[in-house]
């Protein structure tokens, strides 16, 4: 199957809340393509050039409303990853009715998996009973978008997924993001 990233959206954006969302997660985008992350917004065809940078194309619409998406550049891009501002209101075909809200991208580890990361975090730091998130991965998988996030918006920011993010600990150690966050 490959690696993959799920979560539950099943509260709508308010319009004010919205423009949060969208303009942290550009800053992600732009802190990501700082440190030389190649992404892109067209299934993975071409990176985001510097007028794509400038428009903030990854902020889009799609069937029910505002979209953000981003992913990799192949051959490192898998399925992209796409926060709808109306949650994911639609139960898919292959859903019954108890999930809906439930979403998931398939990143395959890929470099942009950190960028997939570091949004995650920052939505259920910041906005816990919108979304939820689970993961393939372990905690020390998330780090590099744990990362991405201090590097973006500081160390005295509000983040903390460890109590929101269903990711087991490897057993061996507590990963320098536990420390980190005094946990």
């Not at 993959?4 to 393509?33: M, P």
């Not at 940078?53 to 953000?68: C, D, K, M, N, S």
């Not at 978008?145 to 600990?169: H, K, Q, W």
């Amino acid at each position: 199957m490959g690696y993959t990233h799920y979560w539950n959206h099943t509260r709508k954006f308010s319009r004010q809340d919205w423009i949060r969302v969208e303009d942290a997660l550009s800053l992600i985008v732009e802190g990501a393509i700082r440190r030389g992350y190649t992404l892109s917004i067209d299934h993975g065809a071409s990176s985001i050039s510097a007028h794509t940078r400038t428009a903030r194309a990854w902020l889009t619409e799609f069937g029910a409303g505002p979209v953000i998406q981003i992913n990799g550049v192949a051959p490192n891009s898998c399925e992209t990853f796409v926060i709808h501002k109306e949650g994911v209101s639609a139960v898919k075909p292959w859903q019954n009715s108890s999930n809906k809200g439930f979403d998931f991208c398939k990143t395959n580890q890929h470099p942009y998996d950190t960028v997939v990361t570091a949004m995650l975090i920052w939505l259920i730091s910041t906005f816990p009973k919108h979304i939820s998130a689970r993961s393939d991965g372990n905690l020390e998988d998330w780090q590099s978008g744990m990362d991405l996030c201090l590097f973006v918006f500081g160390e005295n920011s509000a983040i903390n997924y460890l109590t929101r993010c269903a990711l087991p600990r490897n057993g061996k150690r507590k990963s320098c993001v536990a420390k980190t966050l005094h946990c």
